[in-house]
């Protein structure tokens, strides 16, 4: 299976913007979908994770209330809508996908990653 991520872009503080990933093959909907971000220097750090069947969504702590994560199972995308939108969010943005978690805030339980799409967010 293949992820494309793509939407990143430079925006200001308080601005909104959508990150989309597209996955290849047929089975996208036996596949929990996750986005991570980094920052230059930094770890990998959880975003967001939506289960396989699409009706529960986690969120790291810096981006509940201002990120939602869903999912399209017919257009075989996961999506994350970030909204009032913080230097501290700048960073690379990538997407993950596991046919065995929902949900692991884990990088390690993800076998397959998209490329990463860049998030550039001045003040």
């Known amino acids: 299976v293949q992820l494309q991520a793509s939407g990143g872009g430079l925006v200001q503080a308080g601005d909104s913007l959508r990150l989309s990933c597209a996955v290849s093959g047929r089975t996208f909907s036996l596949y929990a979908m996750s986005w991570f971000r980094q920052a230059s220097g930094e770890e990998r750090e959880f975003v967001a994770a939506?289960?396989?069947?699409?009706?529960?969504?986690y969120y790291g702590d810096s981006v509940k209330g201002r990120f939602t994560i869903s999912r399209d199972d017919g257009k075989n995308t996961v999506y994350l809508q970030m909204n009032s939108l913080k230097p501290e969010d700048t960073g690379v943005y990538y997407c993950?996908?596991?046919?065995?978690?929902?949900?692991?805030?884990?990088?390690?339980?993800?076998?397959?990653w998209g490329q990463g799409t860049l998030v550039t967010v001045s003040s």
């Open positions: 993950a996908g596991s046919r065995d978690y929902d949900g692991t805030r884990n990088p390690t339980d993800y076998p397959y």
């Open positions: 939506i289960s396989r069947d699409g009706y529960v969504a």
